[in-house]
T-cell receptor, first 111, second 112 residues
């Protein structure tokens, strides 16, 4: 069974700085998808970014980018120019037909 | 507006009662899912449905039941057999099971 590990339960960053959230996963599959979801205090789950495993190029979405290392089974999220609205729980997720979530990292952006 | 709705936002139940959580989507998605979220935990899959009139158990299906009579609706019943039902419940949908899932706003269930 696939597992997803987020080793940082909590992190904090100053507004306008850059922060990186870590994620590792375990799978024997070759083709799959990886996602980062954001859950703000409203508890709405919001898709931040997705990565197809067959693509070598790292995905980017505005201030959000990933560092996907397939051999190392690592999928970190970098948030540049952090904003107060980035304060949220961030979940890494692996998908091969079904989504498997990590336990999340609570990110606080301080003014 | 296209999206996923869940109702009610907050739900209280007495022990021994069954309760049904609603999930509706107008995205024309084939696949729908139910997750449970507990403090300090990621989301855990309860049930999923790839197509109308078909559904499968997820990782923690005991004490729950679902139906999928219409494409846009996937209600979840929390039965009295669920030993610890107090949690936050999220419904999601996707075009199919190989695409990203979009989530509803969730229902907070509290057993009194």
């Amino acid at each position: 069974a696939q597992t997803v590990t987020q080793s940082q339960p909590e992190m904090s960053v100053q507004e306008a700085e850059t922060v990186t959230l870590s994620c590792t996963y375990d799978t024997s599959e070759n083709n799959y998808y990886l996602f980062w979801y954001k859950q703000p205090p409203s508890r709405q789950m919001i898709l931040v970014i997705r990565q197809e495993a067959y693509k070598q190029q790292n995905a980017t979405e505005n201030r959000f980018s990933v560092n996907f290392q397939k051999a190392a089974k690592s999928f970190s999220l970098k948030i540049s120019d952090s904003q107060l609205g980035d304060t949220a729980m961030y979940f890494c997720a692996f998908m091969k037909l079904k989504l498997v979530f990590g336990k999340g990292t609570k990110l606080t952006v301080n003014p | 507006d296209g999206g996923i709705t869940q109702s009610p936002k907050y739900l209280f139940r007495k022990e021994g009662q069954n309760v049904t959580l609603s999930c509706e989507q107008n995205l024309n998605h084939d696949a729908m899912y139910w997750y449970r979220q507990d403090p300090g935990q990621g989301l855990r899959l309860i049930y999923y449905s790839q197509i109308v009139n078909d559904f499968q158990k997820g990782d923690i299906a005991e004490g729950y039941s679902v139906s999928r009579e219409k494409k846009e609706s996937f209600p979840l019943t929390v039965t009295s057999a669920q030993k610890n039902p107090t949690a936050f419940y999220l419904c999601a949908s996707s075009i199919d099971m190989n695409n990203e899932q979009f989530f509803g706003p969730g229902t907070r269930l509290t057993v009194l």
